[in-house]
Every structure is written in C-alpha cells, then in structure tokens.
C-alpha cells in the first residue's frame, strides 16, 4: 500500500523538472544527492497538493446533488470501493483507504503537468508575450547568472553591450553576443556562445597588445560566429572612445621616437682628450 504514495511521490518530483521550463533550465545544477533532495522536495510539494485536493473531492461527492428535482449519484469513492472488494484488492475495512490513496497518487502525478502549463500562461499573460519562443527567450536568459563571465553575456545580449573576448590562440574578438545556449538536462551553458563581431585582431605573441585590423563593419550583415567558452582566457566590456583614445596616443608617440633622434657624436683625436 505504501508504494501507492512512494512511486508517485518520485516520479511527481522527476516530472517537474522535465516538463516545468522554470525548474528544466536548472536542472543541470544538481547532481547525486542533491539531484534526489531536490526531486523528493517537489515531489512532497504536489503531494500534499494532491492530499488536500484528494480530501476536498472526497468530501464533496458525499453532499447530496439535485438536478431538477433528481438526486445525482456523486459518491464515486463508495462505488471504487466496492468495485476493489470484489477484485479482492481490498476489505470492508481499508477500501476507503484504498480508494483515497489511489486518488492520492494519481493526482500527485498529474499536478506537474498543470502546474507546467499554468506557470507558461500565467507568464506569458504577465510579460505579455505572444509566442513560447519569446518566453523561452527570455527565461533562458535567467539561467545567465552566479558568475561574472555569465553575467557578462547576459549584459552584452540584453543591453547590447560590445565585449572583447581574447582565445587561447591569441585571436582576439569584440562583438556582440547574441545566444549563450540552451541547457539540457545534463549540460548548462558553459559550452559555447554566438556572437556578431565587430571587430577582430589578435595579441602580440611578446608584449601581448592587442591589434585589432579586422573591421567587420565594412560589410552589410556580418555572418554570427562561435566561439567555444573553454578557450575564452579573458573577456571584458569593449570601449570604442577609450580604444580610439589609446590608437591615437599610441600613434603619437610613434611619430614623436621616429622624428626625434641623437646626434651621433663627433670623433675625437686622442691627443686632443689627453690636451
């Protein structure tokens, strides 16, 4: 009798995170133990949803109903209960119980189908949004936190914000990012990102500065590209007024060293040092 209550329990708490988008996107966080808490504290959640709604029927379909003068049958759990003791499932004395566990446990199941669909139109109708692209759009963007270099994209994509993205291989990268990724049940979105470059150069292989002479705004739409997160080695917010400031400065002293050079000194004789 108890597996009535336990398997639903479970299985309750493992479909909220697969169907519920709110609690999908984050699944990937939780693994091992923290996994099982984390589906055993929804599962208890629409179990005693389901407890409650289960007493609530149970008591309503006792009331007496009359429609036009005629006395409507709504006891469904007497009926259930008698149908249980003569499959020999259950006695006189436990159908009841039988019979509410049973209620019990199918409710519990079928809580986290509503509850997914309900949280999708309650959000929806909020932020007023017209498709389920839009709503997942924006709720992906909620995954894009608890680090720097998440909030980070996240900034870029909402705001629009230019970033300077440096590889491993010493290319260097300034756009703006456009997706960050969707995660799945076993992988977030520290995979890979897209981006619409701006600008592109690379690092001196000795002093490390950066060149950027690659202007991809020359071109009508610049082609998305991807870059992989694992090779990121530093990323930041991307200035064109400091960037043009520092060319210009850099070019200043450039012209300063090449027009201003030493005399070169006159020889000497040596009995005119020794005079």
């Not at 208890?44 to 409507?72: E, H, P």
């Not at 999708?120 to 692209?133: C, F, P």
């Not at 002093?207 to 071109?219: C, D, M, Q, R």
């Not at 060293?257 to 004789?269: E, F, G, M, V």
């Amino acid at each position: 009798m108890g597996l009535l209550i336990i398997l639903p329990f479970l299985i309750s708490g493992y479909i909220v995170f697969i169907r519920h988008p709110f609690y999908y996107l984050r699944l990937h966080r939780f693994q091992g133990q923290l996994l099982y808490l984390q589906v055993a504290r929804m599962g208890m959640t629409c179990l005693i949803v389901a407890t409650l709604l289960s007493t609530v029927f149970i008591v309503l379909s006792k009331q007496k109903v009359s429609v036009a003068g005629y006395d409507v049958a709504t006891d469904y759990s007497s009926y259930l209960g008698a149908l249980l003791i003569q499959l020999d499932v259950a006695n006189e004395k436990n159908c009841a119980l039988w019979v509410f566990l049973l209620q019990v446990g199918l409710t519990t199941m079928l809580i986290p189908l509503f509850w997914a669909r309900l949280y999708v139109y309650a959000r929806k109708k909020k932020l007023q949004l017209e498709t389920d692209a839009q709503f997942y759009y924006l709720l992906s963007l909620g995954v894009l936190e608890g680090t720097p270099f998440r909030i980070l994209l996240r900034e870029s994509i909402v705001q629009c914000t230019p970033c300077m993205f440096s590889l491993n291989d010493r290319k260097v990268y300034v756009g703006i990012v456009l997706f960050a990724g969707t995660p799945t049940e076993s992988e977030g979105i520290d995979h890979a990102f897209t981006l619409i470059p701006l600008l592109s150069g690379y690092r001196d292989k000795d002093t490390l500065e950066v060149s950027l002479n690659t202007h991809y705004a020359n071109t009508t739409s610049p082609h998305p590209i991807m870059l992989i997160q694992e090779n990121i080695v530093s990323a930041t917010h991307f200035d064109f007024t400091t960037w043009n400031t520092f060319k210009s400065r850099k070019n200043r002293t450039q012209r300063h060293s090449q027009t201003y050079q030493h005399r070169s000194a006159r020889p000497i004789k040596a009995i005119q040092a020794c005079a």
